[in-house]
C-alpha cells in the first residue's frame, strides 16, 4: 500500500477511513491501488505534479497515479466518486495548460449528473473535454497494455515534461 498521508479532510466513512488508513483520500482510490497491486504494473500515487495557469495565476495538479507508457510518455489515472464544479474547472484548466497530456478518468458513477439542475453526467462532461474515462471502477486492461511493466524500460526515451 502506499505509504500514508495526513488529509485535511475528516473520513466521514468506514470505507473513507480504510483508504485513510493507507494513505488514501477515498474508497475508490483504495480500491484501484489494490487493483494495480496485484498486476505485475508499479504502483505510483501521486508521484507527479502537473503544473497549470489558472487565469491570473499558476496552480498545480497532482494526478491519483501515474504510468510510464511504452514509448516513455507519462499516463495520469484520476479517480473520481464525486467531480465537483471545481474539480471540473480545475481539469480544463489542466488541459488547456498541458496540451497533449495523457489523463484518464476512472469514475465511481459516470452517469452521476453534475448537478441537480443539468442533464450532463460525469460521463459526457469528460467526452466533451475530451478525457478518456470509464466507470467501471478499475483500470481498463487495455490503459494497463499500453504501459511498462515492474522493471521494464520504455522503448523509448519519451517524457511528457522534457
Same mark, same amino acid.
Given at each position: &500500500?502506499?505509504?500514508?498521508?495526513?488529509?485535511?479532510? =475528516?473520513?466521514?466513512?468506514?470505507?473513507?477511513?480504510?483508504?485513510?488508513?493507507?494513505?488514501?483520500?477515498?474508497?475508490?482510490? #483504495? *480500491?484501484?491501488?489494490? $487493483?494495480? +497491486?496485484? *498486476? +505485475?504494473?508499479? @504502483?505510483?500515487?501521486?508521484?507527479? *505534479?502537473?503544473?497549470?495557469?489558472?487565469?491570473?495565476?499558476?496552480?498545480?495538479?497532482?494526478?491519483?497515479?501515474?504510468? *510510464?507508457?511504452?514509448?516513455?510518455? #507519462? &499516463?495520469?489515472?484520476?479517480?473520481?466518486?464525486?467531480?465537483?464544479?471545481?474539480?471540473?474547472?480545475? &481539469?480544463?484548466?489542466? #488541459?488547456?495548460?498541458?496540451?497533449?497530456?495523457?489523463?484518464?478518468?476512472?469514475?465511481?458513477?459516470?452517469? $452521476?449528473?453534475?448537478?441537480?439542475? =443539468?442533464?450532463?453526467?460525469?460521463? @459526457?462532461?469528460?467526452?466533451? #473535454?475530451?478525457?478518456?474515462?470509464?466507470?467501471?471502477?478499475?483500470?481498463?486492461?487495455?490503459? &494497463?497494455? +499500453?504501459?511498462?511493466?515492474?522493471?521494464? +524500460?520504455?522503448?523509448?526515451? @519519451?517524457?511528457?515534461?522534457?
Amino acid at each position: &500500500m502506499a505509504k500514508q498521508k495526513n488529509h485535511w479532510h =475528516s473520513a466521514g466513512s468506514k470505507t473513507r477511513a480504510e483508504a485513510y488508513k493507507y494513505g488514501y483520500k477515498s474508497g475508490l482510490e #483504495l *480500491t484501484v491501488s489494490k $487493483q494495480i +497491486e496485484d *498486476t +505485475e504494473y508499479e @504502483l505510483k500515487y501521486e508521484t507527479e *505534479t502537473i503544473h497549470y495557469i489558472v487565469p491570473e495565476r499558476k496552480a498545480k495538479y497532482t494526478p491519483d497515479f501515474v504510468f *510510464t507508457k511504452t514509448n516513455g510518455s #507519462l &499516463m495520469f489515472i484520476e479517480t473520481k466518486g464525486r467531480w465537483t464544479a471545481i474539480d471540473r474547472l480545475k &481539469m480544463k484548466h489542466v #488541459l488547456a495548460s498541458n496540451p497533449g497530456v495523457d489523463i484518464r478518468l476512472v469514475f465511481q458513477n459516470p452517469n $452521476q449528473k453534475i448537478s441537480k439542475a =443539468s442533464a450532463t453526467t460525469y460521463r @459526457l462532461y469528460a467526452e466533451k #473535454l475530451g478525457i478518456k474515462h470509464v466507470g467501471a471502477k478499475v483500470i481498463p486492461s487495455e490503459w &494497463m497494455a +499500453e504501459c511498462i511493466k515492474k522493471g521494464e +524500460e520504455p522503448k523509448q526515451s @519519451l517524457n511528457f515534461f522534457n
